[in-house]
């Protein structure tokens, strides 16, 4: 599984799953950002929206090569 920076693996895996789901859905980076605000209003995934976890997301979904 990849590493999104999160601080733990459940954390990690939250993220791998929001990632799936959103390159399923074809999410545009304004809704996968929104995403990530949501899972970070849960206290276990508040990093969620942290610089280094948004980059990782980003260049997850592909972002980066467009």
Known sequence: MPYYAMFTEIGNEA????VGVAKALELKWTEVEKALNVLADNPKFSEATDTAVREAVYSAMGFDKE
Not at 15 to 18: A, F, M, R
């Open 15 to 18: 993220i791998d799953g929001l």
